[in-house]
């Protein structure tokens, strides 16, 4: 039995083993101590003694997966009207929303992600808007999301085609069509330049 605050090891062998970089190994062995990677080789690594040892003869051992274009934790499993927090469609901008603010570390769909070997996730806000809000990459564990979080802002959701066209459209609200849409994107970068020429100025001295 693993005491509380001892050192632990696992050696995962046997198996087909694809690393990150690098060929695929047969037979391999992965060494984990406390949970990190220690070694990655073929049948030569050394096991050592008093190490839990998991059998993957016959198993293809992979890394982690990350998925890129998530919506885990805003998008809840189960959770009905109350966990439906992709998309804040109150305007086709809004590039200042953060899906960090509306995750739910006991989201369901952590752990359905956890189970097909999906490790990592970039959590999106939804297509409802041409600019939908901030991303962010987190770890699919975790009690609270400041324990998931890996990289804050992680990137810029941005819709085009059919769903800001429908969502807005049906309100008779611009944007109706790609065209539309195009330009509300086309516009918001520009207030942004013009924000920024204006910061600049600002910083040197000048009026604006």
């Known amino acids: 039995m693993h005491r509380q605050g001892a ?3 696992i050696a995962i062998t046997g198996g087909r083993v694809v690393p990150i970089e690098g060929d695929p190994i047969d037979g391999g062995t992965i060494l984990l101590r406390d949970g990190k990677i220690a070694a990655v080789g073929g049948p030569g690594v ?6 839990e040892v998991v059998d993957a003869a016959g198993k293809w051992v992979l890394p982690g997966f990350i998925d890129a274009h998530a919506h885990a934790g ?6 009905g009207w ?7 469609r109150t305007d086709p901008v809004t590039a200042q929303v953060r899906a960090l603010d509306a995750i739910n570390p006991a989201d369901l769909g952590f752990r359905d992600a956890i189970s097909g070997g999906v490790l990592a996730v ?3 806000p939804g297509s409802a808007n041409p600019i939908g809000g901030q991303t962010v990459a987190i770890k699919c564990w975790g009690r609270t999301v400041d324990e998931m979080v890996m990289r804050e802002p992680a990137g810029v959701k941005s819709a085009l085609g059919e769903n800001p066209k429908r969502v807005y459209g049906e ?4 944007p109706a069509t790609r065209l539309g849409t195009a330009a509300v ?3 918001a970068f520009v207030a942004a330049q013009n924000y920024q020429a204006k910061l600049a100025a600002a910083a040197d001295g000048l009026a604006w």
């Open 74 to 79: 805003v998008s809840e499993e189960s959770e």
């Open 7 to 9: 050192a632990q090891t």
């Open 122 to 124: 970039n959590v999106n």
């Open 46 to 51: 050394a096991v050592p003694d008093g190490a």
């Open 185 to 187: 994107i086309r516009n």
């Open 82 to 88: 109350a966990g439906q927090d992709t998309n804040e």
């Open 171 to 174: 309100r008779n609200e611009t």
